[in-house]
């Protein structure tokens, strides 16, 4: 079992930047990947983007690029999320996945889940 620990949410104005990491206990195999997920108020969960740790590139979805990056360091099994410019459409919960078997090939699904952690963004 893989245990995923967010950190770096919390309460910004908009026109700023966040970081926010995921910390993995474990790689479990080598096509092992991870991923951010993001649910606004009253919406679905949407997909971000992810990264895998076998050729370290990271993928996005259209929602996500331009002003997210997704960055690991492999060594710490840990996933980070850049997020820069906020604005107040950004303001969610940020949910952290891993997965055994990650695929940029199509919409990966994910094994472990994080608690999730919670971004507000202010104008």
């Known amino acids: 079992q893989v245990q995923l620990v967010e950190s770096g949410g919390g309460l910004v104005q908009a026109g700023t930047s966040l970081r926010l990491s995921c910390g993995a206990s474990?790689?479990?195999?080598?096509?092992?990947?991870m991923g951010w997920f993001r649910q606004a108020p009253g919406k679905e969960r949407t997909f971000l983007g992810g990264?895998?740790?076998?050729?370290?590139?990271?993928d996005y979805t259209e929602s996500a690029k331009g002003r997210f990056t997704i960055s690991a360091d492999y060594a710490l099994n840990t996933i980070f999320l850049q997020m820069d410019n906020l604005t107040r459409k950004d303001t969610a919960t940020y949910i952290c996945?891993?997965?055994?078997?990650?695929?940029?090939?199509?919409?990966?699904?994910?094994?472990?889940w994080g608690q999730g952690i919670q971004v507000t963004v202010s104008s």
């Open positions: 990264i895998s740790w076998f050729d370290k590139r990271p």
């Open positions: 474990v790689r479990t195999t080598r096509a092992f990947g």
């Open positions: 996945a891993a997965t055994d078997a990650y695929s940029q090939s199509a919409p990966p699904s994910f094994d472990y």
